[in-house]
Every structure is written in C-alpha cells, then in structure tokens.
C-alpha cells in the first residue's frame, strides 16, 4: 500500500471506531509498517486539517472527530465532469459560489487517478452561453439566507424606479432569469423581482416574519418544479 492510500485507509480506521481509540501499535501491524511511521502519517494528517488527537493512558491512542470528517468520495470521472456541466448553468443563480466550493471540495478527496481522468474528459467538452443571464446580487442571497428585510430601488419594465421595502421568501428561476419571491410592503402582497431589475439593495436588521406558501405565487402549480436533493 502507497503513503497516500495508507493515509486515507487510517482516517477511515479511526473513523470506523470512533470514539474509541486506536493504538500507534496497532495500527502499524494493521498496516504493516513500523509504528513510527504511523506516527509521521499521524503528523502529517493533523497538518493538513484531520482532526485527529491523542488519547494519553494505557487505553489510550488516536481518536479522529467523525462529524468532521468525509468517508471516502468514489466520484468516478465521469460523475465529477457531470457535476461541473451541471454548475455551468447555476452561473447566475444565488449558490453557484457555494457550488464551485463543494465540486472543488469533493475533487480534493478523489484518488488521484479519477481526477487526472476527471480532467481529461473534462478537456473533451466545450460549452457554448453561460447559464441564466440574471445573476443574483451576494446581497439578496445572503439575505434570504439569513431571513432579513431589503430596501430595494427596482426598476419596472418601463425602466421607471421605485423604493420598495421586501421580506425575502423565496427564489423562482428558469432558463434566463432569477427572480426574488419578496411580500412587497408597497404592495402589500407577495411579488416576483427579476434580479437584473435590482438597481440597489441593503439589507435591515429587522427579521422576516412571513412564511413562503409556492400557491402565493401566480404561476400555475404544474409548472412549478420544488429542488430535490435526491
């Protein structure tokens, strides 16, 4: 076994018996190497972030946080360049930052072999057009995250401005445009903001205290499709 396959497979390990401890000698002889070795490999994982202590006593040994760590990710090449192709369309939308971080994330932890064949197939595709044209502002996200008013200055259809107090709900997008799903205060009702139309935003520090119903919207239900993560 390789340094590198080595060093996954004791992470896994430990991640195995976790809380439990494993013993510098025993993992040599389950990895055949002298228990110095573990050692260094233990050292070197720590420097890179694993979070991996020791255990001092009799009973004692190395212990690795298991909610802070990732089991092995098998993305076969394809997999991995399906993902990127994927991405390419949320270029406007509100998580494509979010987006790249976690595909960057899960290329990191790929065997070696799968990202260098990830990158050669990778090679082979050419896109033409970027995805939907209307990027949403790292304002709006971060307010519909956090679930904060917005003061807005939008611009209609005819181009004419408004000032317009908004309790962010919701977001609704197709193939060119982001909208914002906001109760308007203006209005009085829920309202669809096309997020090009966004002349200027800050958030406020009030809360927002309504909830996001899909039949507020005027769009009809059979056209309306909710993301799923399966």
């Known amino acids: 076994m390789n340094r590198t396959d080595r060093l996954y497979a004791l992470v896994e390990e430990l991640r195995a018996?976790?809380?439990?401890?494993?013993?510098?000698?025993?993992?040599?002889?389950?990895f055949e190497v002298s228990t110095r070795t573990v050692e260094r490999d233990i050292s070197a994982l720590q420097g890179a972030g694993v979070p991996i202590w020791a255990e001092p006593g009799r009973t004692g040994g190395y212990v690795v946080d298991r909610a802070?760590?990732?089991?092995?990710?098998?993305?076969?090449?394809?997999?991995?360049?399906?993902?990127?192709?994927?991405?390419?369309r949320l270029g406007g939308s509100?998580?494509?930052?979010a987006a790249g971080a976690a595909l960057r994330k899960?290329?990191?932890?790929?065997?070696?072999?799968?990202?260098?064949?990830?990158?050669?197939?990778a090679g082979r595709v050419h896109l033409v057009g970027d995805g939907p044209g209307s990027p949403v502002p790292a304002?709006?996200?971060?307010?519909?995250?956090?679930?904060?008013?917005?003061?807005?200055?939008?611009?209609?259809?005819?181009?004419?401005?408004?000032?317009?107090?908004v309790?962010?709900?919701?977001?609704?997008?197709?193939?060119v445009h982001w909208y914002l799903?906001?109760?308007?205060?203006l209005?009085?009702?829920?309202?669809?903001?096309?997020?090009?139309?966004i002349r200027s935003v800050r958030p406020l520090a009030e809360p927002v205290t309504r909830e996001w119903r899909p039949d507020d919207l005027d769009v009809p239900v059979d056209r309306v499709r909710p993301l799923t993560l399966v």
């Open 17 to 30: 018996v976790s809380p439990r401890p494993r013993s510098a000698s025993w993992l040599a002889r389950r």
């Open 68 to 88: 802070r760590t990732l089991p092995p990710v098998n993305l076969t090449a394809a997999e991995a360049v399906a993902m990127a192709v994927a991405l390419h």
């Open 94 to 97: 509100p998580f494509a930052a």
């Open 106 to 121: 899960l290329v990191a932890v790929m065997p070696p072999a799968a990202v260098a064949e990830a990158h050669r197939l």
């Open 139 to 165: 304002v709006v996200a971060d307010a519909v995250a956090a679930g904060r008013v917005l003061r807005l200055r939008y611009a209609d259809r005819d181009g004419a401005d408004s000032a317009r107090d």
């Open 167 to 175: 309790e962010p709900l919701a977001y609704l997008g197709n193939s």
């Open 181 to 185: 799903v906001a109760w308007c205060r």
């Open 187 to 197: 209005r009085d009702g829920v309202r669809c903001f096309r997020t090009d139309r």
